[in-house]
């Protein structure tokens, strides 16, 4: 279900032993070509659409449905193709809540895990804006202000990058409301350090965690500019990234098992990938927010290394057997890089043509997952659909740096075309800068 550069990842991981269906809400190229490859069917068609999506399943008699866009999963395709008796992999509506109600999540994080959730607030009137506020002021606090629902990663802004001052984050809340009538806004307070993600499998009970994978989600180089839904991340070959300690990862795992077990004792259990935020800041490890699927381009990292079929990862959700026996990663630096339109995050005003070598790239070991865009007459060319990300492309090396500059190499010397990327994900200054912030982090920590 769907046409981004991760369900594209999904498309080639599963077209190498399954029989691909595809519902995507356009011809995302490289997913016509692993269906067609096995035979399967696609359509273009709505698939944030519980029903849409359930008479495809049932048109084609599936055997498994993978759920894991947060649209889909929000709107409860889970939910209707299990109630159809279709074996549907993913989060349920109520379960997925996790993701598409920042409040609830922030809740249930406080309730299970209030060492590590940082200082909040809910508004849900804008009168209480003021007090609030306040709060944050009186504690030296800066603020991060999110919408309750899902934004794509856009909707989010901190202060002071995009809102310089406290009146600031007072209005762009009372906008977010008046724009919400009943929604509620989360104000969060900003955390320092490093950002990084780590996504757990679980069958509702059994949780395996894929290696961490830091994130790159501003716009520009520096990590300046807006927040987007990620520009690219990289996973490091070690089993503990040189920016966090053995029992910092140990945290980050009890966090997200201890949610799980909470799900599961409330009569919600999560079955499907839980995608954990967080930063490690002076004060250790602190919760930023839960996603109820695949981190998108974070998986991008991930697919590549992982050994086992992800066929194989959807029936052992299914059947409730997730455990480390079954599921296995290389251990193998990953850079990914998002090439986007010079608007983004904002819409283009116009689609934009581009090209592709695909087998120069392939030569160099870089592989190309197409997103918001359309392959045109033949292998090559390419046309933007005017918002979102354009197209990525990863790598895997001995080390990161590897990784990006063979990413880097390719996109400089194989897409032709007026789109921009992140040059400095993976580099070494910015592996470099990483590090130094590690130790500033441990220095004050201690
Ligand atoms: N990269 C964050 C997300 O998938 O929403």
Redesign the pocket.
């Known amino acids: 279900m769907g046409g981004g550069a991760r369900e594209a990842a999904f498309a080639l991981n599963l077209s190498r032993d399954t029989q691909l269906y595809a519902v995507m809400s356009h011809k995302n190229p490289l997913i016509v070509d692993c269906v067609e490859k096995t035979g399967g069917i696609y359509a273009v068609a709505d698939s944030d659409d519980p029903h849409t999506v359930l008479d495809f399943a049932k048109k084609c008699g599936i055997d498994y449905a993978f759920v894991n866009a947060?649209q889909p999963l929000a709107n409860g395709v889970t939910d209707i193709l299990l109630s159809s008796g279709i074996r549907a992999v993913g989060g349920t509506q109520r379960a997925a809540k996790i993701e598409w109600d920042k409040v609830y999540s922030i809740e249930i994080m406080n309730r299970v895990c209030p060492r590590f959730t940082p200082f909040y607030r809910i508004v849900s009137d804008a009168s209480q804006l003021e007090g609030m506020i306040a709060e944050f002021e009186s504690r030296r606090l800066d603020i991060v202000v999110k919408p309750q629902g899902l934004t794509?990663?856009k909707g989010v802004k901190v202060m002071p990058e995009h809102l310089p001052a406290y009146g600031d984050c007072a209005d762009y809340a009372a906008s977010l409301l008046t724009a919400d009538p009943g929604g509620a806004v989360l104000l969060v307070e900003r955390l320092d350090g490093i950002e990084f993600?780590i996504m757990g499998i679980t069958d509702g009970e059994h949780m395996v965690f894929a290696p961490v994978t830091y994130?790159y989600?501003y716009r520009y180089e520096g990590d300046c500019g807006p927040g987007t839904?990620?520009m690219g991340c990289f996973v490091d070959s070690v089993d503990i990234p040189s920016f966090m300690t053995r029992s910092e990862l140990d945290d980050c795992h009890a966090i997200m098992q201890d949610i799980i077990h909470d799900m599961r004792s409330a009569g919600t259990p999560f079955v499907g990938v839980l995608?954990g935020g967080f930063f490690k800041t002076a004060r250790g490890i602190m919760f930023m927010e839960f996603?109820s699927?695949f981190?998108?381009?974070?998986v991008l990292n991930i697919l590549p290394i992982l050994r086992t079929p992800l066929s194989d990862v959807i029936v052992h959700m299914w059947n409730k057997t997730i455990s480390d026996d079954v599921i296995s990663f290389a251990r193998c630096a990953s850079v990914v890089k998002y090439l986007v339109a010079q608007e983004y995050p904002n819409p283009s005003p116009e689609p934009i043509e581009f090209e592709i070598d695909h087998d120069a790239i392939d030569g160099l070991g870089v592989t190309v997952y197409p997103a918001s865009s359309i392959r045109l007459d033949d292998k090559t060319h390419y046309r933007t659909l005017k918002k979102s990300r354009v197209v990525a492309l990863g790598a895997l090396a001995d080390t990161i740096e590897e990784a990006s500059s063979q990413v880097n190499m390719a996109i400089d010397s194989h897409v032709r075309g007026k789109l921009e990327y992140r040059k400095d994900i993976g580099s070494k200054e910015s592996l470099d800068a990483i590090e130094s912030c590690a130790r500033a982090m441990t220095r004050k920590l201690s």
């Open positions: 947060d794509g990663g993600t994130d989600p839904g990620g995608n996603n699927r981190g998108d381009p974070e």
